[in-house]
C-alpha cells in the first residue's frame, strides 16, 4: 500500500495558479491526479508514468503540467489559468499494475485530497 500526501490546494481567483504536490512512500508505476467535484464523477486529470509517458484529460491539456521528483518521490500538478470549473477536492493516486485517465480513478491508492477553489 503507498501512502501518499497531497498539499497545495487553497481559493484563488479565474486565472491564478495553484501547484498541488504529492509525497509518495514509494515510486509507482503510474501516479496521477484524479478531481472529484461535489455531485460529480471522478475525472482523471493527468497521469505519468514511470517512463514518463503522460496524458491529460482534454479540459485541462495546456493549462495544468504534471511532474515528479523521483529523487523524494514527489509528484507535482502545476494548474495555470485556472477556471472555477476546476474547482473541485483533488487526489493523488497511484498504480502498479496500469496506467491512464480512467484507471487512476479507480486506484485503491489515493490520499486524503486537497481542495481547490476557484472564483469568477
Known amino acids: 500500500q503507498v501512502q501518499l500526501v497531497e498539499s497545495g490546494g487553497g481559493s484563488v481567483q479565474a486565472g491564478g495558479s495553484l501547484r498541488l504536490s504529492c509525497a509518495a512512500s514509494?515510486?509507482?508505476?503510474?501516479m496521477g491526479w484524479f478531481r472529484q467535484a461535489p455531485g460529480k464523477e471522478r475525472e482523471g486529470v493527468a497521469t505519468i508514468t514511470i517512463a514518463r509517458t503522460i496524458n491529460y484529460s482534454y479540459s485541462v491539456k495546456g493549462r495544468f503540467t504534471i511532474s515528479k521528483d523521483d529523487a523524494k518521490n514527489i509528484l507535482y500538478l502545476q494548474m495555470n489559468s485556472l477556471k472555477p470549473e476546476d474547482t473541485a477536492m483533488y487526489y493523488c493516486?497511484?498504480?502498479?499494475?496500469?496506467?491512464?485517465?480512467?484507471?487512476?480513478?479507480?486506484?485503491?491508492?489515493w490520499g486524503q485530497g486537497t481542495q481547490v477553489t476557484v472564483s469568477a
Open positions: 514509494v515510486n509507482s508505476y503510474c
Open positions: 493516486a497511484a498504480r502498479t499494475d496500469a496506467c491512464g485517465l480512467g484507471v487512476i480513478t479507480t486506484s485503491n491508492n
